[in-house]
């Protein structure tokens, strides 16, 4: 099996997933299969879902609206999922021998390599942390912003400023650049309380920021001691639009009693955790993965994010939402559907975007995988078309193919191929 790249479209109109038509013609998708068994034709049109119906009961795009029909038969359609977790002034930087460059042209080509990768995966809307203060004081983020211009009508990427140090005096210029930052474009503001010599101080200066310019609230912790975290909770407690914590691995290394009272302080203060199943990043020293079952349980919403994308902090980090999926369903016990919730439902939710079904009404942001069923597509998730603002954006493809064998013909084995293998 050929491991899966991002492949060139072809430039037929009526190619499975030509990326380039316009976000306002019409788009009419045959032959796609729902998780409900259901196998429909879906009509898009000005960014949205104009209507869904049972296979060959739309109108087929009219030849004068330049419109496109991509046939899906084969695929699985789904809501795209999204990124909550990505560090894009890091990406992709494992393989430089030395520490992370944050000269301005160096992140702007990694961020944006990593954003169309990410891309490629289905996720249409990516949240990225970006270093400010220090070293890369706002270059990082300034070229982050322009990688956010570049990407426009394929995906939409959000930055999260992200301090070292806000208390104390080598706090105060990092509180100045937090709120530069934010004057600059950044829409969230995060950071790593546990880098801090005062976690709860940092928590406390980035929460009054983000109340200042009515910011989201993003932040790295392990969440490793229970008092923090519940101090935390009643700080933020009902702080619109939002507070985010992540990766939260150590609330599974807390006792059960302990680990279920944090969960219950977290649901009620309405905090969302996002989970890296992964792998970790550059904001936590530690590895492992949140109780994600125990928070479900509660009644917090979880998230799932990729976190490091081939850095320093995982140098193999795929930035594949599915993978994410896959692992907690594999590793964690959840079902493909709540698996899949994560990176998808719950994910648009942490970034403030609107929920996506595949209904008319509904936005137009869509993943189509080759495959019957969600937990075939969290298996084996090789081909790939992504649909943001009613327009197909990517496509990825994978050809399986064998030698001639005489067991595969007399048992009708699937295969794919333009040619023999020899």
């Known amino acids: 099996m050929p491991d ?8 037929s109109s009526n190619s499975p997933g030509s990326p380039g038509q316009s976000d306002t013609a019409p788009v009419l998708l045959c032959g796609a299969r729902l998780t409900d068994g259901r196998t429909v034709d879906v009509r898009l049109g000005g960014g949205r879902i104009e209507a869904v119906g049972t296979a060959g009961s739309l109108a087929p795009v009219p030849a004068r609206a330049a419109g496109t029909r991509v046939d899906l038969s084969g695929y699985l ?4 999922p999204a990124e909550p977790h990505a560090h894009a002034d890091t990406a992709l930087s494992a393989d430089a021998g030395g520490p992370v460059s944050y000269d301005p042209e160096d992140v702007q080509r990694r961020s944006t390599e990593a954003a169309l990768l990410q891309l490629s ?8 942390h970006v270093r400010v203060g220090d070293v890369p004081a706002l270059g990082a983020l300034a070229a982050v912003l322009r990688t956010r211009r570049s990407l426009r009508g394929l995906a939409e990427l959000t930055t999260v400023a992200t301090p070292r140090v806000l208390t104390g005096a080598a706090g105060a210029e990092g509180l100045a650049m937090l709120r530069d930052a934010v004057k600059m ?3 969230v503001v995060g950071g790593c309380p546990d880098l801090d010599p005062d976690p709860a101080g940092y928590a406390e200066a980035v929460l009054e920021v983000a109340a200042e310019h009515g910011c989201p609230v993003d932040l790295h912790t392990d969440a490793t001691d229970p008092a923090r975290l519940t101090r935390l909770a009643a700080m933020a407690g009902g702080l619109r639009p939002g507070v985010t914590l992540g990766p939260c691995g150590g609330l599974s290394r807390l006792p059960a009693e302990a680990a279920s009272r944090v969960a219950d302080r977290l649901a009620a203060a309405g905090i969302t955790v996002v989970c890296l199943p992964q792998g970790g990043c550059g904001g936590t020293d530690r590895r492992g993965t949140a109780p994600v079952r125990l928070l479900r349980a509660a009644g917090v919403r979880v998230a799932a994010g990729s976190g490091a994308l081939r850095d320093v902090a995982n140098p193999v980090g795929r930035g594949d939402p599915l ?5 907690l369903s594999s590793r964690h016990g959840l079902r493909p559907e709540d698996a899949y919730d994560a990176v998808s439902t719950s994910a648009r939710a942490v970034l403030g975007l609107p929920e996506v079904r595949v209904e008319a009404g509904f936005p137009a942001e869509l993943l189509a995988v080759r495959g019957d069923h969600l937990a075939g597509v969290l298996s084996l998730a090789y081909s790939r078309i992504v649909v943001h603002r009613g327009r197909v954006v990517a496509r990825t ?6 030698c001639n064998s005489a067991a595969a013909a007399e048992l009708g084995l699937p295969r794919q191929g333009r040619r023999e293998v020899s």
């Open 323 to 327: 993978e994410a999926a896959f692992l």
């Open 4 to 11: 899966s790249q991002p492949q060139p479209p072809p430039s």
């Open 397 to 402: 493809s994978a050809v399986r193919e064998y």
């Open 185 to 187: 474009g950044a829409t």
């Open 121 to 128: 995966h289905g996720a249409t809307a990516l949240r990225a």
């Open 77 to 80: 359609l789904l809501p795209a």
